[in-house]
């Protein structure tokens, strides 16, 4: 994510970065069972890369079957042969905001972020991460205008993507309309996480944003193992900032702020959340909104 971007359309060639990025590492050490934080308890067991092993064994069909569920067999056995399946080496660029808009891409195995640059091109913020199941360039292929890419998209990991050609995916969805049913499913979930994300920047504290940042990273991407959720992301402190809106140094000053009020552990190179109860009093969000964040990391 610290790399500079060159511009280049269409999809892009192998050759990504090899920068080493800082891991990320989240653990709690008290998770509430109160109702009102019961989100707080879906906690995955099984490890992100053993999760990302099992997708990328996964045929196509099968994989776009999970991804589609409205579709019947015979739908995704052909959604499948339109598909490309691609693979893209950490840190590099799938699509470059501004540049042609090829079709569609959904994550089979890895993470990606998708981020937005400044009008003067100058500087970047990451506004959410893509996981597995989840998809870009809808918007381009959909709106019936130009087709650029209104985002940029760049691999935090290795990755794998099923990728589809946009006048491909146009003709069958006119062949098979079921498919907008799981469309407007994923399409209705992003306008509700857009809504909330900008009333809560808008109105709420670093703080508060901070801490549903933290709740709704461990719940998607921890491992619970006896009573402490670990989480281990490819994720930088910039990114992190960057997905706050803020700098990396008014950032650092808010996770003093949460190790002085006890809310994390003393450790600097990772993170560990020491009450979640109160963690998740300071964030002020409903289950439902925070399964919405969580879905939309």
Same mark, same amino acid.
């Given at each position: ?8 359309? +269409? ?36 490890? +992100? ?27 995704? $056995? ?11 080496? $950490? ?8 540049? #042609?808009?090829? +079709?569609? #891409? ?30 870009? +360039? ?23 993507? &099923? ?64 009573? &402490? ?16 809106? &803020? ?33 998740? $009093? ?6 439902? #909104? ?8």
């Amino acid at each position: 994510m610290l790399n500079s971007i060159t511009s280049r359309g +269409g999809m892009a060639s192998q050759h990504g970065g090899t920068c080493e990025k800082p891991r990320l590492a989240i653990g709690i050490e008290k998770c509430p069972s109160t109702a009102s934080l019961a989100s707080l308890q879906r906690l995955r067991r099984i490890p +992100g890369d053993m999760i990302a092993q099992s997708e990328s064994n996964q045929s196509v069909s099968e994989f776009l079957a999970k991804v589609f569920p409205a579709l019947e067999t015979g739908e995704i $056995e052909e959604l499948a042969r339109i598909s490309l399946s691609t693979h893209y080496r $950490e840190d590099e660029l799938i699509a470059q905001e501004g540049s #042609y808009a090829s +079709g569609i #891409y959904v994550v089979k195995s890895g993470l990606l972020s998708i981020g937005k640059y400044s009008s003067r091109g100058r500087t970047k913020r990451c506004l959410r991460f893509l996981a597995v199941g989840e998809m870009f +360039g809808l918007e381009a292929v959909f709106l019936e205008r130009e087709a650029v890419n209104v985002q940029f998209a760049k691999t935090l990991v290795e990755s794998s993507l &099923v990728f589809v050609e946009r006048s491909n995916i146009l003709a069958f969805s006119k062949d098979h309309p079921r498919l907008f049913k799981d469309l407007n499913r994923w399409l209705a979930r992003e306008v509700i996480m857009l809504e909330f994300k900008l009333t809560r920047e808008t109105v709420e504290s670093l703080d508060r944003n901070l801490a549903l940042l933290l709740l709704a990273l461990g719940n998607k991407y921890g491992v619970s193992e006896q009573d &402490v959720l670990h989480l281990e992301l490819p994720v930088s402190r910039q990114t992190m900032a960057e997905m706050l809106g &803020v700098s990396v140094e008014t950032l650092m000053r808010a996770l003093k702020r949460f190790r002085e009020l006890g809310l994390l552990g003393p450790e600097h190179g990772r993170i560990t959340i020491l009450d979640g109860v109160r963690l998740a $009093e300071r964030a002020r969000v409903s289950d439902f #909104y925070l399964s919405i964040i969580e879905e939309t990391l």
